[in-house]
């Protein structure tokens, strides 16, 4: 099982930027397919975007297509997602998890495909 710990978040005016990074604690993390979802108040969570073991296939959730990039660094077992243009719709808890893939580059985007899960960091929009 890897341990994933989600660093980043915060409190952003609308508009702002914030980074958010996850680092794991095993070098088999570059074999899993990673993932950023969140959760709002009274919603279900949802995917943001993901990214294959290589980082050659990436994946976005249409509502934050354009705004966000997902990126990771397999020497350094981190994840990174950097949010641009924040909305105060983009408030939620921001969980990073991994997918046991191997070496196959596929991007999953169901929660039930993931494996292993950070314990979340707050991002809050301000209007």
């Known amino acids: 099982q890897v341990q994933l710990v989600e660093s980043g978040g915060g409190l952003v005016q609308a508009g702002g930027s914030l980074r958010l990074s996850c680092a794991a604690s095993e070098r088999t993390f570059s074999r899993y397919a990673m993932g950023w979802f969140r959760q709002g108040p009274g919603k279900e969570r949802e995917v943001v975007a993901a990214i294959s073991w290589s980082g050659s296939s990436t994946y976005y959730a249409d509502s934050v297509k354009g705004r966000v990039t997902i990126s990771r660094d397999n020497a350094k077992n981190t994840v990174y997602l950097q949010m641009n243009s924040l909305k105060p719709e983009d408030t939620a808890v921001y969980y990073c998890?991994?997918?046991?893939?191997?070496?196959?580059?596929?991007?999953?985007?169901?929660?039930?495909?993931?494996?292993?899960w950070g314990q979340g960091t707050q991002v809050t929009v301000s209007s």
């Open positions: 998890a991994g997918s046991k893939t191997g070496i196959i580059d596929i991007v999953p985007r169901h929660p039930s495909a993931y494996d292993d």
